[in-house]
């Protein structure tokens, strides 16, 4: 199939493009990397009147160091930021999330802020910046915002982006310890499918290995990422399987996840509560595995 009727524009720099979002609002669509939207199109789901090509914007395509995060231009390709953090451990949850995407040819191609604001829930990318404590950078004609990732998702594919509003950048704020560990796990039918169920981990821990910090959210199992509450209840504690599956059983009782094609709810309970076990795990060993190392040094 073929998309409906559109006019183009492909303005070359920010406030061109925020001028016609400001005159076009709602009948217009912004164009990044197309990765979601083109199909859409293709398949008639999404007819906008007005395609907005943003790629010719140079400033929000750029990655810069900040004294507490990275700040990523939205038109960054996935690609360009999984190379750069790929040697970096502070960034090693990026790493481990963004090896997940999609193949290779859509990481080439998609953009880091064209995911984020598609705001799939099943997507890595809004599961990353929400378990990282990320912000989004929000520009218009009137000036730019900036939103935690805590308030960014509202719904399935909505987010508190305004149709006046372009995201300019995501910011992803730098482990506050140099001895947090990280965990990805993630189940799908197939390597580049979206995840069934998908968690991300941060954890820190004392020089006993005892936990002194939990972020967990998860992804897939409902209509936006979800940071799990509760983990302070294992704060003073060491590593047990018995301890850390009573926690989770709780947690997963408490999801809401959807029917589709992929799996049942009662499915996706299990799945997460097996894919949040595994990057936990793998979280803990590797802030154990910092402390070892200091202890050597």
Do not use: C
């Amino acid at each position: 199939m073929k998309p409906a009727l559109f006019d183009y524009f492909r303005p070359q720099n920010l406030p061109e493009a925020l001028s016609l979002l400001d005159e076009f609002g709602t009948d217009a669509k912004i164009l990044a990397g197309g990765q979601s939207l083109i199909p859409l199109m293709n398949m008639r789901l999404a007819q906008p009147r007005i395609i907005i090509d943003i790629n010719g914007i140079a400033e929000i395509g750029q990655i810069r160091e900040k004294a507490e995060a990275l700040e990523v231009g939205a038109l960054v390709r996935q690609r360009a930021l999984a190379r750069y953090v790929h040697t970096d451990g502070m960034w090693e949850l990026l790493r481990l999330g963004m090896a997940h995407i999609g193949h290779p040819q859509t990481r080439n191609q998609g953009t880091v802020g064209g995911s984020i604001a598609h705001a799939d829930p099943s997507a890595e990318l809004p599961l990353l910046f929400l378990t990282m404590d990320g912000e989004a950078e929000i520009a218009s004609l009137r000036g730019n915002r900036k939103v935690p990732a805590e308030q960014f998702f509202q719904f399935v594919f909505s987010t508190v982006i305004q149709p006046h509003e372009l995201l300019r950048a995501v910011h992803w704020k730098r482990p506050a310890s140099k001895t947090a560990g990280f965990g990805f796990y993630e189940f799908s039918r197939r390597a580049g499918d979206f995840a069934m169920a998908a968690a991300a981990a941060i954890v820190e821990i004392d020089a006993q290995r005892r936990f002194t910090s939990i972020r967990l959210g998860l992804g897939g199992v409902g209509p936006t990422p979800v940071l799990v509450q509760g983990g302070d209840m294992l704060y003073g504690r060491t590593w047990s399987d018995n301890l850390i599956g009573s926690w989770l059983e709780d947690v997963t009782k408490g999801l809401d996840p959807p029917q589709d094609l992929a799996a049942n709810p009662d499915f996706r309970r299990r799945l997460a509560g097996a894919a949040a076990h595994k990057s936990l795990f793998s979280a803990y060993q590797s802030a154990n595995g910092k402390w070892e190392g200091r202890t050597h040094e």
